[in-house]
């Protein structure tokens, strides 16, 4: 499963398998909004939540489809990211917050795109519905479609305290809907939120393990200004068992626990995440690039002779 290079099982070179070469994503916003942080529901949204620090530079809501693949293809080539093939990575917001009608014409514009071979299309678990998965699977019948849902914690208690919106049932029942399917399916999860130790983030891992994911992606706890979550950063720092403390060098080795306890047939897309630095308050990784940091997780591995899921 592993990259003969890696010791785990790297999310670039599962699909470079899976699709005969380099893929490249490409992130589409949709502006279809969230069900949970939107006006009209009430809900208030997930405390951690910011939505512009999710929304690459290229991507605007201004543009088409077509004319945010166009300039995303531009972006990444500029930086010497060429690829093979292409897949629209439909990731702002919920993106299957809309009829099936609305969706069906959004995905098809992309995969009409000479360039796309494929979409992922990012959402939560408690905005999918059979109606949804029939119009996905008949796409997957000629292209690459995957599902990436917010699961975020298997912890029903820091659901509830990160105002989610959902439990792990819900998530449990996405999950394994999605993929009665054959369509793939990922996921992430934050690390460090709200009465979260180390323990219990390295003791969900078999949970994550049991749901049978394709790939998976964590995030460090970043404190973005203007959420709820950067008040109760302010007054309570003491509920951030984990997150208060953490650095690079304790994020390492996290990691590295983390993933000697991931079943080797999960590909993993990302340690961490990036944000637009104006709109951190807190970021236990400060400014290190994620190439740096996997660097710094692949030698540390390496060092210890471990590979993923050597601890199962």
């Known amino acids: 499963m592993h990259n003969l290079h890696l010791p785990y099982n790297d999310y670039g070179s599962t699909m470079r398998r899976r699709l005969g070469g380099r893929v490249q994503k490409l992130a589409i916003d949709a502006h279809l909004?969230?069900?949970?942080?939107?006006?009209?529901?009430?809900?208030?949204?997930?405390?951690?939540?910011?939505?512009?620090?999710?929304?690459?530079?290229?991507?605007?809501?201004?543009?088409?489809?077509?004319?945010?693949?166009?300039?995303?293809?531009?972006?990444?080539?500029?930086?010497?990211?060429?690829?093979?093939?292409?897949?629209?990575?439909?990731?702002?917001?919920?993106?299957?917050f809309a009829d099936t009608d609305t969706l069906n014409r959004l995905y098809s514009e992309a995969l009409a795109h000479p360039e796309i071979d494929g979409i992922i299309t990012g959402t939560r678990p408690d905005c999918?519905?059979?109606?949804?998965?029939?119009?996905?699977?008949?796409?997957?019948?000629?292209?690459?479609?995957?599902?990436?849902?917010?699961?975020?914690?298997?912890?029903?208690?820091?659901?509830?305290?990160?105002?989610?919106?959902?439990?792990?049932?819900?998530?449990?029942?996405?999950?394994?809907?999605?993929?009665?399917?054959?369509?793939?399916?990922?996921?992430?999860?934050i690390l460090g939120l709200p009465y979260e130790t180390r323990e219990e983030i390295l003791a969900q891992t078999a949970t994550i393990n049991a749901l049978n994911l394709d790939f998976v992606k964590f995030h460090q706890l970043q404190i973005y200004q203007n959420t709820p979550m950067a008040e109760e950063w302010a007054q309570h720092k003491e509920r951030f068992l984990f997150a208060k403390d953490f650095d690079v060098?304790?994020?390492?080795?996290?990691?590295?626990?983390?993933?000697?306890?991931?079943?080797?047939?999960?590909?993993?897309?990302?340690?961490?995440?990036q944000a637009p630095r104006h709109l951190i308050i807190n970021s236990p990784l400060g400014g290190i690039r994620m190439d740096a940091l996997k660097n710094r997780i692949v030698n540390r591995l390496t060092s210890l002779n471990a590979t993923q899921g050597d601890l199962l």
């Open 33 to 96: 909004g969230c069900p949970h942080r939107n006006a009209e529901s009430n809900k208030g949204g997930c405390t951690f939540c910011l939505g512009e620090a999710f929304t690459p530079s290229y991507c605007s809501t201004q543009h088409s489809i077509t004319e945010q693949i166009n300039s995303a293809i531009e972006f990444h080539t500029s930086r010497n990211r060429s690829a093979d093939k292409y897949l629209a990575y439909f990731q702002a917001g919920t993106n299957t």
């Open 128 to 189: 999918i519905s059979s109606e949804i998965l029939d119009l996905l699977e008949n796409f997957s019948h000629n292209y690459y479609v995957a599902v990436e849902y917010g699961i975020e914690s298997t912890s029903d208690v820091i659901l509830r305290h990160v105002n989610r919106g959902h439990d792990y049932a819900t998530a449990v029942q996405a999950v394994t809907a999605t993929k009665a399917r054959n369509i793939d399916v990922g996921a992430h999860f």
């Open 249 to 273: 060098d304790s994020y390492v080795e996290l990691m590295v626990d983390i993933v000697r306890r991931i079943a080797p047939t999960i590909a993993i897309e990302r340690f961490a995440s």
